[in-house]
Every structure is written in structure tokens, then in C-alpha cells.
């Protein structure tokens, strides 16, 4: 049997199987009941809610040879070539496709053509924000006077780019993203009926992540099953997806907010080691920090859609610990943060450095009021004072590795101590020199600057090597090197 992709089988057939968008549907229901049918109807919202189906439902109930209530019976002939994209009355036009094009540019001679077949001739025009102004042109001639006979359906995933002499001849839908109860409900539905033992932790995150499109559910459904079969499991779906957990999300969110730096550090390091993906990591903790906001600034209405059970308790006990300003000032950091993993290297210093920045932000309030700088000054010792701290440790260093291994010192004297901070310690190279970075990575030389750096310090360290100065960004990492590790260095002094 061929395989069919779940969302495909799941494709709702009748306006009664459609999960939300009900005053879409309860409209469109009436219109074909009353009959009183719009010549062009406008459908947009995410991909994945319902447009296509809709529009496909509306193209059979006007064409249906028994229609119900409005519903297409789904058994006659027309119906089931209509299903089936045989129905030469009903036309779907891809937009985004050049054919698409070209359809449109004849569009004003084709629609005079009765139907061939059916009642009513349907246009589904998808993407229809990716015309080009002449085919909007083209469509716009026709919308002006349509004949009797034909309907449009334009969908779009972008409203804000329909021009507004198009969008006033439409009767407009907005389509709203589903929420997790629907999405839930459904993913609960389709799994029973093909026998899937899909556990209700496995069900949450594949909801939440699907982020309000049900297509997107689906698909993740499949894509989970056809890895780990009929019984899928929360982690099975982390696994498979390449989730952050919600619980370690609230954790390490827990740890920014309260300020507790070496938790932070410790749990990017845990979840790297699991081999989390760093850019996975910001985007989940910018999903997290969005939540929270939207808790903080709405109440707990607007997450009920959104946000699972457990979720909810963690939200509930962190939104009084902030203020909406922060939260929008860490949202920045980690979209900024974000960006710049998509194409760096130093993946490990780059989250470091921004949960350190966002850690940072949530200092409690108090502690930084009333902190006189002295405490600070008293701390982190001068620049020129920390310069010398840092020179005297990395010549220190560079003695300890020539007296093991003379051409790994030739190496190592290339870069340039930058600090330490928790279980790390950080040594730069100019952009020149990515060959004398990347032969220190490997062993043995790796180990050998190892143990030294652990004579010296009395712990291990793990040594990160990094570029220094290839472009601006390396220049704000060092930036906020300098600024974090002021304090550190005092430790690493001896
Ligand atoms: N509102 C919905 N109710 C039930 N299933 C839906 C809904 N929206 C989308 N789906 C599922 O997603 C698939 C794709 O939906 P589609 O109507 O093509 O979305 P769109 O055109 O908005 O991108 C459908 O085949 C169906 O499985
Ligand atoms: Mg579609
Ligand atoms: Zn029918």
C-alpha cells in the first residue's frame, strides 16, 4: 500500500471536521446554505490552519449534487473528483509557480467559459501574495465584474502584501493559529486510530512545537513515528526533534532569573554534552522568555492556548520575579545571540557569553542599587592591573608547555590569554592564525596545554580556543570577555 503522509489522510473533508476557525466556517456553511455566495473570498493566515482544506470543502459544497446543511456529502461523483483534484470546474492555481502565472494572464478570457461539468466554476489561488503586479493586474480586471458563475478563492500566508484594490473586492477571513488543546485533541485523535501509543508528554511537546499549525503537527507526528514506530514516548520526541525539555528550559531560565551563574553555566554545559544544539537552545529559551512575557504582561489567559500544564506552574512562580523591561532586553540579547550562531564558530562561548548577558540583566534589583562601587572596584582589579594578572598567567603557561613539548609552545605562543571563568579558560587567536588554533585542538597538544593549565591552577580547566578579531563579532565577544571576567581573573591569579 503506498504510504500517505498523515496529514494528508487527515485532510478535514466536510466543514464539521475542521478543528477551529468556526466563524469561518460557520459563515461559509450559512452562504452556501442561503446561498449567498461571494464572488471572491480571501483567505489568510499561517500555513497549515485550514485554507486550502476550506477553500477545497466550499469548491465541493457548491458544486455537491446532495448537499446537507451546507456540507458536501462527499460521495458523489463531483465531490469525490474534487477530492481527488479532478474536477475541471475547480482550478488551483499555485501562485508561487510560474504555470501559476500564466494562468493568471488568461484568466479574463477562461472565466467567460460556463462550467464544464459543475455549477459553479472555483479559482483556489494559492500564495497569492507571490503574483507579480501585472498578474495582480490581471486578477484585479477580473474581480471587477465577475461573472455569475465563477468563484474565487485567494489564500494567502501573507496579508500585509495584497494590495488594497484587491483586498476590498474580497469577503476576507483571517485564520488564527490553533491551539495546543486543539492541536492536542487532534494529534490524540489520529494517533488512536492508527494504533500509535503516543504518551501525553510526547503529545505536548509535538504541539507546542507545531507552534499553532496543525500540518506542522502532523508531519512532526509522522516523522517521530517512522523513527521510533507505535509507541512514541516525551523523549523519543526530544530525541527525534532535537527539543530542549520544558523542565530544563525551567530550569535554566530558573537560574538566569535568580541569578545563580555557575547553574547557568553548568546546564548549557549539560545540555551541549547531550548534544543539544546550541542555536536549538537560544531559540527554545527565546520561546520560553516570549511565554513568560506574555504571562507577565496579559495573565494567564493569553498562555492557557499555548502552554502545557506543567509549563504553566513553572511560568506562574517566575513572572513576579521580573519586569516586562528586562524580559524584552533578554529577548534581544538571545535573538541577537541567535543570529550570530547561524554562522559562527566558538558555538559554546557564543551561548555562554549571551545567558551570561541575560543573567546579568536579572541581577536582583537590590544588590545592584546598593552596591557601592567600591565592592566592585575592590573585586576586579584594574585594567592594567588584570593586563599583568593575565601576562604573568600566560607566560606561566607558555613556560609549563615549552618544557613538555617545544613545538606546541611554537603553537600556543601565537595566542593570547583572554580569562577564565567557571570551569573554562579562554585563549584567543588572531584570525590568521586558524592553523595554529586548530592544531592546539587536537590531541596530543590539547592535553598537553591541559595539563599544564591544571598545575598551574590546581583544577582542570577546559580550554577553549577562539578566534579573536576575523569580524565585529569577535570583537564584542572579547568586549564582553574583558567585562565578565574582570572578577575571574583575581581567582586565576594563582
Ligand atoms: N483547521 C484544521 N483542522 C483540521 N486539520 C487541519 C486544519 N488546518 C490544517 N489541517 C491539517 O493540515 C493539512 C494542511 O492544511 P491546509 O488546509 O493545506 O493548510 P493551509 O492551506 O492553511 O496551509 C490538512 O491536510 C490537515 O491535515
Ligand atoms: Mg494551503
Ligand atoms: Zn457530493
Known sequence: ???????????????????????????????????????????????????????????????????????????????????????????????????????????????????????????????????????????????????DSVIFILATTEAQKIPATILSRCQNYNFRRLTLAEISQRLQQVADSNDIDLEEAARDLIARRANGGMRDALSLLDQVHSYKGHKITGQDVMSVLGLVDENFMARLINAVLTHEIAEVVGLLNQALVEGKEALQIVREASLYIRDLMFYRLLGEDVLMSYVSETGKKYLKQQKDLVSPSDLMKALKVLMGAGEKLKFSEGQKFLLEMSFMEITALFAPHEEAKKAPPERKAAAAPEPKERKDALEGTWNKILAGVKE????????????????????????????????????????????????????????????????????????????????????????IKD
Open 404 to 491: 613538555v613539548k617545544i613545538p606546541t609552545h611554537a603553537l600556543l605562543c601565537q595566542g593570547k590569554l583572554l580569562g577564565a571563568r567557571g570551569d573554562s579558560l579562554y585563549i584567543g587567536f588572531k584570525k590568521g592564525y586558524k592553523f595554529h588554533k586548530e592544531r592546539l585542538e587536537e590531541n596530543p597538544n590539547r592535553e598537553i596545554v591541559e595539563g599544564v593549565v591544571k598545575e598551574i591552577f590546581g583544577k582542570n580547566l577546559d580550554i577553549q580556543f577562539i578566534f579573536l578579531d576575523d569580524n565585529q563579532y569577535n570583537d564584542i565577544i572579547v568586549k564582553r570577555a574583558i567585562e565578565y571576567f574582570g572578577e575571574d581573573i583575581v581567582e
Open 1 to 147: 500500500m503506498a504510504y500517505l503522509a498523515l496529514y494528508r489522510v487527515w485532510r478535514p473533508g466536510r466543514f464539521d471536521e475542521v478543528v477551529g476557525q468556526e466563524q469561518t466556517v460557520t459563515a461559509l456553511r450559512n452562504a452556501v446554505k442561503t446561498g449567498q455566495l461571494s464572488h471572491a473570498y480571501l483567505f489568510s493566515g499561517p500555513r497549515g490552519t485550514g485554507k486550502t482544506s476550506i477553500a477545497k470543502i466550499l469548491a465541493k459544497a457548491v458544486n455537491c449534487e446532495n448537499v446537507v446543511e451546507g456540507e458536501p456529502c462527499n460521495q458523489c461523483s463531483t465531490c469525490r473528483d474534487i477530492n481527488n483534484s479532478n474536477f475541471m470546474d475547480v482550478i488551483e492555481i499555485d501562485a508561487a509557480s510560474n504555470r501559476g502565472i500564466d494562468e493568471i494572464r488568461d484568466l479574463r478570457a477562461r472565466v467567460r467559459i460556463l462550467p464544464a461539468q459543475g455549477k459553479k466554476k472555483v479559482y483556489i489561488i494559492d500564495e497569492v501574495h507571490m503574483l507579480t503586479t501585472e498578474a495582480f493586474n490581471a486578477l484585479l480586471k477580473t474581480l471587477e465584474e465577475p461573472p
